[in-house]
């Protein structure tokens, strides 16, 4: 019996293309893998064979053959999180220039499902998986996504970890992060060089969320440097959504806490502490300073312009699906972040002393 495409039409064959084209099915076969010398005059006729009778290579046949499924999974979260559309952005750019098709799985933040989705697309044989965001920090989570890079490896696909740190030296995944904790610790030591003294930190996800922790340690890092004893108070509970930030910052005025500086731990948390301190009367910078993480684009549309740390977000996506597929290239990368000074930022004014 012939295959049939979703509208009940007989599919074109490999054999249905040697006949058209005036070749042989082996012929075609080579045309299709690209990877052996074919006569430029016998492969422009089967490219239009195949185009004329709409064939499409059967996948499931070439991955039992030993070849890819030129898929590359690309997992986060959550696809309307700003600065995951731009890493999103950069994996698809770098898969279209190499010939694969991207898709797109998202968790929701549960990591029962993040290690199912990893499992299901090690059975679709995806030529590589792209775990984008902060993970767990958990033994029991980090065996599983042992075992899982190694079922991955073993099939021949790979395991990316973008954005998150590596899972130990002889775990055969590729790592692409950034510096996290630097970047915390470059924007609190800016503020503090200005003169800030009770800088709020808002966005404490978790203690094991591998992110929120990194960011809560270049903080912290920061105030041991400057010789600064932080509150621990000043470390606020929450996510990294815009709703969070307005929240939480109603909850630091109506308590009354003392701050001159707020630390966003996004710039969409950011975005929400700056709605609210502007509804309470507050000024920023002239009365509070205001800063963000990731540099996304809304963070120069906003007012003031939001001093923040820039994230490479797309070249984090670009270096996960180049790695992927040079396996003989290294497999753990650093990348840099930066502080992008704009107009949320004041120096506090020295006391009055007269």
């Known amino acids: 019996m012939s295959?049939?495409?979703?509208?009940?039409?007989?599919?074109?064959?490999v054999k249905d293309?040697?006949?058209?084209?005036?070749?042989?099915?082996?012929?075609?076969?080579?045309?299709?893998?690209?990877?052996?010398?074919v006569a430029t005059g016998t492969k422009a006729r089967v490219q239009r064979a195949i185009r004329e009778l709409d064939y499409v290579a059967n996948a499931q046949a070439r991955v039992l053959k030993g070849g890819s499924s030129g898929m590359i999974a690309f997992v986060l979260d959550d696809v309307t999180g700003p600065s995951f559309a731009y890493v999103a952005k950069g994996v698809e750019q770098q898969a279209t220039e190499e010939g694969r098709l991207c898709i797109i799985c998202t968790t929701h933040g549960d990591p029962e499902r993040e290690l199912a989705v990893v499992d299901a697309m090690r059975e679709q044989h995806a030529e590589a998986v792209i775990l984008v965001g902060g993970g767990l920090v958990g033994e029991e989570y980090r065996q599983r996504m042992i075992r899982l890079a190694r079922a991955l490896d073993k099939a021949g696909s790979r395991l990316v970890l973008c954005g998150r740190p590596p899972l130990g030296e002889d775990v055969p995944a590729t790592v692409v992060e950034y510096d996290n904790e630097g970047g915390a610790f470059a924007i609190t030591s800016f503020l503090l060089s200005q003169g800030h003294r009770r800088i709020v930190?808002?966005?404490?996800?978790?203690?094991?969320?591998?992110?929120?922790?990194?960011?809560?340690?270049?903080?912290?890092?920061?105030?041991?440097?400057?010789?600064?004893?932080?509150?621990?108070?000043?470390?606020v509970p929450g996510d990294f959504t815009q709703a969070y930030?307005?929240?939480?910052?109603?909850?630091?005025?109506?308590?009354?806490?003392a701050f001159t500086a707020i630390f966003a731990a996004t710039d969409m948390v950011a975005a929400g502490v700056l709605r609210t301190l502007r509804a309470a009367g507050r000024r920023v910078p002239e009365d509070v300073s205001v800063v963000g993480y990731d540099d996304i684009p809304l963070a120069i549309h906003v007012v003031p312009a939001l001093t923040t740390v820039r994230i490479?977000?797309?070249?984090?996506?670009?270096?996960?699906?180049?790695?992927?597929?040079?396996?003989?290239?290294?497999?753990?990368?650093?990348?840099?972040?930066?502080?992008?000074?704009r107009e949320s930022v004041r120096p506090v004014a020295p006391p009055n002393r007269g």
């Open 3 to 13: 295959a049939e495409d979703v509208n009940g039409r007989r599919r074109a064959t």
């Open 17 to 37: 293309v040697a006949v058209a084209a005036g070749v042989s099915p082996a012929t075609v076969s080579r045309v299709l893998a690209g990877d052996y010398p």
């Open 201 to 235: 930190y808002l966005g404490k996800v978790a203690d094991n969320h591998t992110t929120s922790r990194e960011r809560i340690a270049g903080y912290l890092r920061a105030h041991e440097l400057f010789g600064v004893e932080h509150d621990p108070a000043l470390i």
């Open 245 to 257: 930030g307005e929240r939480a910052t109603r909850q630091l005025l109506a308590a009354g806490t």
């Open 312 to 341: 490479p977000t797309e070249e984090l996506g670009r270096a996960a699906v180049r790695l992927a597929l040079r396996p003989a290239e290294s497999q753990h990368v650093v990348l840099g972040t930066h502080i992008v000074v």
